[in-house]
Nanobody, 124 residues
C-alpha cells in the first residue's frame, strides 16, 4: 500500500524560504514519477513540479527558478525547496506519485497516489 506523508510548510514571510518533505512507504521514490501539486483557497489543484526516475525535473512557470524538487533515495523522501516565496504561493501542498505516466508538472494533478497535504502560508 502506497503511503505519502508530507511535512514542512507553515507560515513564512514573502521573500523567505521553506522546505517540504514527503516520506514514502510502499513505493521506491526513485522508481516512480514523483511530484508536488497545490491547491489555493477557492481554486483547483495545480501542478507545481515533477521528477522522473531519471532525475529529470519540470516546473510550472510560476515557480521556475524559485522552487527545486529533489529525491533522496536513501531516505525514500521527496523534497520541495522553495525560495523567494510569494503570497500567491499560499496553498495546501500535496505530494503525488504514479508510474507509467507522462512525468511532467502538468500531469501531476492526475497522479493516482496523493498524501494528506501540508499548509504553506506566505504573508506579505
Amino acid at each position: 500500500q502506497v503511503q505519502l506523508v508530507e511535512s514542512g510548510g507553515g507560515s513564512v514571510e514573502a521573500g523567505g524560504s521553506s522546505r517540504l518533505s514527503c516520506v514514502a512507504s510502499g513505493v521506491t521514490v526513485n522508481r516512480l514519477c514523483m511530484g508536488w501539486i497545490r491547491q489555493a483557497p477557492g481554486k483547483g489543484r495545480e501542478g507545481v513540479a515533477a521528477v522522473d526516475n531519471y532525475g529529470v525535473a519540470s516546473y510550472a512557470d510560476s515557480v521556475k527558478g524559485r522552487f527545486t524538487i529533489s529525491v533522496d533515495s536513501a531516505k525514500n523522501t521527496l523534497y520541495l525547496e522553495m525560495n523567494s516565496v510569494k503570497p500567491d504561493d499560499t496553498a495546501v501542498y500535496y505530494c503525488v506519485a504514479d508510474g507509467g505516466v507522462r512525468c511532467e508538472w502538468e500531469t501531476a494533478p492526475y497522479f493516482h497516489n496523493r498524501g494528506q497535504g501540508t499548509q504553506l502560508t506566505v504573508s506579505s
